[in-house]
């Protein structure tokens, strides 16, 4: 059995992962339900973890990651995988301009991110960063990935699609120590 800690914040794709964490026995999955920016909360949430995904933000990730890493350095979790849902553009990826619902400087909230990819690499745990434009409501499942480096669309991807992407991640142990840009296919 694999142990999940999922931080949200209100993010549409943790409600897509839920049903599909139900239908899998194999993995015990608990919703962060403490401060974000409090070592002395994740401390508590981090013991045994196996896999950590990230679904916090869009702003001030990068003071939450710093907390959320003092309290992993203090636990050592026997942590293989973490998941971490960042912005497309954070790479100058992007073909077109874009906007990012929620965030009222731009330049700031991509310096937030970059810095939170910055503080999950230098940790030496396996990771996958997945950068998301746009979520739509449709119920697409199909999924194309842009890898790191690699011009993309500013295109939008639904919340299941990334979501079935974040469980193949974890179940298959795909993508380690990569970022990819995700867009529905």
């Known amino acids: 059995m694999k142990k999940l800690l999922i931080l949200n914040q209100n993010n549409p794709i ?8 139900r239908q ?69 990826e992007l073909v077109s301009p874009i906007s990012y619902p929620g965030v009222k400087d731009q330049a700031e909230f991509l310096k937030q991110q970059r810095y939170a990819i910055k503080i999950v690499d230098e940790s030496e745990l396996p990771y996958t960063i997945i950068r998301l434009s746009k979520l739509s409501e449709n119920d697409s499942l199909d999924y194309k990935l842009f890898n790191e480096g690699i011009k993309m669309p500013n295109a939008t991807v639904s919340s299941r699609a990334v979501a079935k992407l974040v469980l193949e991640v974890f179940q298959n142990n795909q993508l380690v120590n990569r970022s990819v840009g995700v867009i529905n296919g």
């Open 24 to 92: 899998n026995p194999d993995i015990d999955y608990q919703i962060f339900s403490g401060n974000p920016e409090s070592a002395g909360d994740y401390i508590k949430a981090l013991r045994d973890v196996d896999w950590i995904f990230s679904a916090l933000g869009p702003n001030d990730v990068d003071l939450d990651f710093e907390e959320l890493f003092d309290a992993i350095d203090e636990v050592q979790p026997p942590i293989s995988h973490f998941v971490m849902l960042s912005a497309a553009g954070v790479d100058d």
């Open 14 to 21: 943790v409600s897509s992962l839920i049903p599909l964490l």
